[in-house]
């Protein structure tokens, strides 16, 4: 495994003399792992990360803490901090098969029970992200993945199963499946499946909402093998 120090020198852009906020640090250390500047068994040396940032340890240590929460880091006793390993084969299939049990039975109660103000709140999600990343790298699609995640959890939270929507929280998907791959326009391929699953949504349609958001879990998955391999490639 390589240290820090030696792995950031001259990839990282020294932050702002200023109260830098824990935000700051945890979007440009997330960023060097999503583009894979930083590889997996990378070990994160905070001190190292206080030089090249030019910062104080808190803010260091609280977005590690963030990191480790999101599995992008993990924390070994008394050696501190390393970046994760990227999703398996397995891990990925796996991550799909319970994404493709719980995700269109969520739409389709979703179409069931949300009122008028929840399908407001749905259709406002899906018109909140219009863009088109313009290349491919973690802080051109970084709003995509904002609003990706959020439009899933949305989705989750109208079904009325709050157990279902803290487990599907817990597995930080779509920012595990961002950083196996983005680009090839995926994101406005992405966009369209949304807009399927709002529709029948919003016309009370259980069933095309059941349908909408397998196809689109489907589409993910299709869309992102092809690059599985290629990514986990040693």
């Known amino acids: 495994m390589t240290d820090a120090h030696a792995g950031l020198a001259g990839q ?59 599995g992008l880091v993990i924390k070994e006793p008394l050696r501190g901090y390393r970046v994760s390993s990227r999703l398996t084969r397995e ?30 709140r749905l259709k406002s999600e899906m018109l909140s992200y219009t863009d088109v990343p313009d290349r491919p790298s973690y802080e051109s699609y970084r709003a995509m993945a904002a609003h990706d995640q959020r439009f899933h959890d949305l989705v989750l939270e109208l079904s009325g199963n709050e157990t279902a929507r ?29 807009k399927a699953v709002v529709t029948a949504v919003r016309k009370g349609e259980p069933e095309d909402a059941i349908a909408a958001m397998r196809s689109h879990i489907e589409a993910s998955r299709e869309r992102l093998r092809p690059m599985f391999d290629a990514a986990n490639k040693d």
């Not at 200023?18 to 001190?47: A, C, F, H, W």
């Not at 487990?167 to 499946?193: D, V």
Request: with cysteine; glycine share 6%; aromatic share 8%.
């Open 12 to 70: 990282l852009t020294r932050l702002p003399q200023r109260q830098v906020l824990s935000d700051d640090v945890y979007e440009t250390v997330k960023g060097l792992i999503m583009d894979s500047v930083v590889e997996p068994g990378t070990r994160l040396n905070i001190d190292a990360l206080t030089r090249e940032l030019g910062i104080s340890q808190t803010p260091i240590r609280e977005s590690l803490a963030r990191l480790e929460s999101d």
């Open 91 to 120: 891990e990925f299939e796996d991550l799909f098969e319970y994404r493709l049990h719980i995700e269109p039975w969520a739409a389709g109660r979703a179409a069931e029970r949300a009122g008028a103000e929840d399908l407001a």
């Open 166 to 194: 803290l487990s599907f929280q817990r597995t930080h998907c779509h920012l595990h499946l961002f950083r196996l791959y983005y680009g090839g326009g995926i994101a406005t391929k992405a966009l369209r499946e949304h």
